[in-house]
């Protein structure tokens, strides 16, 4: 899921965005990704959750311009109703970050 670099095992500043509908499925997977090292948050609207634990860490979606996240869950709600996380997602840091966007529990998806 992750690149690396012909030069070794040096990992690249790749992300992946991934879509879920469901909060106790985000907090899981994010609990488990964490304990791997995984670097993890959670966009929801206007701020970013990037808690460690039960401490929730809130900043401005903006700063995903600049900080690595390799794993970004997000709501559909919230990346089809926010204009300013449109906005931070077409940035040029982001955007050449970005490997994959995945779709979790799409079945549950009313409408595309």
Not at 31 to 59: I, N, P, Q, R, W
Not at 87 to 101: D, E, G, N, Q
Request: some cysteine; hydrophobic content about 45%.
């Amino acid at each position: 899921m992750f690149d690396y670099v012909d030069s070794g095992s040096q990992r690249m500043n790749s992300t992946v965005l991934i879509i879920s509908p469901l909060n106790a499925i985000i907090r899981d997977q994010i609990h488990k990704l964490k304990e791997t090292g995984l670097s993890v948050c959670v966009l929801k609207g206007e701020h970013v959750d990037a808690g460690s634990g039960d401490v929730a860490v809130h900043f401005p979606a903006e700063v995903l311009k600049n900080t690595h996240y390799e794993l970004i869950f997000a709501h559909p709600e919230v990346l089809v109703d926010s204009k300013k996380v449109a906005t931070v997602l077409k940035t040029s840091p982001l955007k050449s970050r970005l490997r994959a966007i995945i779709v979790d529990e799409a079945h549950l998806t009313i409408e595309w």
